[in-house]
């Protein structure tokens, strides 16, 4: 079964940082695009950053450029997403998703539970 | 980059067909693929179409996308609606440095 497990997440002060991991089994790790995915309560979905299969290639939303870093240790089958310099703004259920291809841009296709980070 | 607009919600009955719109306010909407997905409460998304109008297996034919370019926007149809279908919907698309979901719609079957 195809699987994707957050952990990390949890209650920081303004200007701390975090670092969110992603656990995949279920498929072959490096052979798919991955991606953060972050949603405050009660609001929509925003995409945060994303990175190739061979981790070569990162994307981020304009708002976390600077301050958080995305990357992958295929030998592991990890993600992990590093959040610095924290803000209120920033607070939000951060789900990972794996792209159907190696390209960043597919459809999302697996979604994980999602970890909750706090900044207050 | 661009925004993606949709509706804040929509509400339809039983056995009836939905349309929920999602515009692309710069760049064209046939320039990249639309992808749609479903969030009931509590739970992660699931995509319910993907390349605009592939709908992923398992997803019942009952969903269906398409464009239009002379409104640069993307829709999602759901017929024969369910009350299972009662979740928000959010579109989905992207330029060559992001990726853009829309602000979701929640749909209610009453």
């Known amino acids: 079964e195809v699987q994707l497990l957050e952990s990390g997440g949890g209650l920081v002060q303004p200007g701390g940082s975090l670092r969110l991991s992603c656990v995949a089994s279920?498929?072959?790790?490096?052979?798919?695009?991955l991606t953060w995915v972050r949603q405050a309560p009660g609001k929509g979905l925003e995409w945060v950053s994303g990175i190739t299969g061979s981790g070569d290639n990162t994307y981020y939303v304009d708002s976390v450029k600077g301050r958080f870093t995305i990357s992958r240790d295929n030998s592991k089958n990890t993600l992990d997403l590093q959040m610095n310099s924290l803000r209120a703004e920033d607070t939000a259920l951060y789900y990972c998703a794996k792209s159907s291809s190696w390209d960043w841009t597919d459809a999302f296709d697996i979604w994980g539970q999602g970890t909750m980070v706090t900044v207050s | 980059n661009f925004m993606l607009t949709q509706p804040h919600s929509v509400s339809e009955s039983p056995g009836k067909t939905v349309s929920i719109s999602c515009t692309r306010s710069?760049?064209?909407?046939?320039?990249?693929?639309v992808q749609w997905y479903q969030q009931r409460p509590g739970s992660s998304p699931t995509a319910v179409i993907y390349e605009n109008n592939q709908r992923p297996s398992g997803v019942p034919d009952r969903f269906s996308g398409s464009i239009d370019s002379s409104s640069n926007s993307a829709s999602l149809t759901i017929s024969g609606l369910r009350t299972e279908d009662e979740a928000d919907y959010y579109c989905q698309s992207y330029d060559t440095t992001a990726v853009v979901f829309g602000g979701g719609t929640k749909l209610t079957v009453l």
């Open positions: 710069s760049g064209s909407i046939a320039g990249n693929y």
């Open positions: 279920g498929f072959t790790f490096n052979t798919y695009a």
